[in-house]
T-cell receptor
Framework: RKEVEQDPGPFNVPEGATVAFNCTYS??????FFWYRQDCRKEPKLLMS???SGNEDGRFTAQLNRASQYISLLIRDSKLSDSATYLC????????????FGGGTRVLVKP | DGGITQSPKYLFRKEGQNVTLSCEQN?????MYWYRQDPGQGLRLIYY???????QKGDIAEGYSVSREKKESFPLTVTSAQKNPTAFYLC????????????FGDGTRLSIL
């Protein structure tokens, strides 16, 4: 089993719609979780950290379920500019700050 | 502006040649990292450094070497022992405390001639 698993998609989303997708992780010692966004042939950019109580940043909402070991990302009112690959990132729980990256979920927002 | 600068943007390697990728940050971050990304794949950790003059192997260190002589610099050498070097190489840095996100440079694309 991969340490961090994501549905690769693509999720084809009409502009203005809501899309949500999950990521599962296998290391129960993981303590920090992030969503990054990566555009084609560009570097990953931090979208948001994921907190235990869930958190929202504008149109983006992230949730963490420690019992089932998954995190989720919901995008409301999708914009064309939201088209990207969304990377689920989990720390390894050991000393230091090593992260494990999922393979990404591709989202395509269409007019 | 604070950030991470990688150079060059594109690099071509001949057979048997070592090449060095540059990574510089002015964020005063303690920790720096090198990742490799292959098409359609996630990032894989090559090497990381939590402090000057110290570094550790990541998951795929074979065929690579690094140095950390200055806090702001963490160059990566792709040696001739790395038989499949074609990839997108990404440098990142973070505050060296757990639970900190990593910030990335804009990457170097390496290809074999």
């Amino acid at each position: 089993r991969k340490e961090v698993e994501q549905d690769p998609g693509p999720f084809n989303v009409p502009e203005g719609a809501t899309v949500a997708f999950n990521c599962t992780y296998s290391n129960s010692a993981s303590q920090s979780f992030f969503w990054y966004r990566q555009d084609c042939r560009k570097e990953p950019k931090l979208l948001m950290s994921v907190y235990s109580s869930g958190n929202e940043d504008g149109r983006f909402t992230a949730q963490l379920n420690r019992a089932s070991q998954y995190i989720s990302l919901l995008i409301r009112d999708s914009k064309l500019s939201d088209s990207a690959t969304y990377l689920c990132v989990v720390n390894r729980g050991a000393a230091g700050n090593k992260l494990t990256f999922g393979g990404g979920t591709r989202v395509l927002v269409k007019p | 502006d604070g950030g991470i600068t990688q150079s060059p943007k594109y690099l071509f390697r001949k057979e048997g040649q070592n090449v060095t990728l540059s990574c510089e940050q002015n964020l005063n971050h303690d920790a720096m990292y090198w990742y490799r990304q292959d098409p359609g794949q996630g990032l894989r950790l090559i090497y990381y450094s939590q402090i000057v003059n110290d570094f550790q192997k990541g998951d795929i260190a074979e065929g690579y070497s690094v140095s950390r002589e200055k806090k702001e610099s963490f160059p990566l050498t792709v040696t001739s022992a790395q038989k499949n070097p074609t990839a997108f190489y990404l440098c990142a840095s973070s505050m060296d405390t757990r639970n900190q996100p990593q910030l990335f440079g804009d990457g170097t694309r390496l290809s074999i001639l």
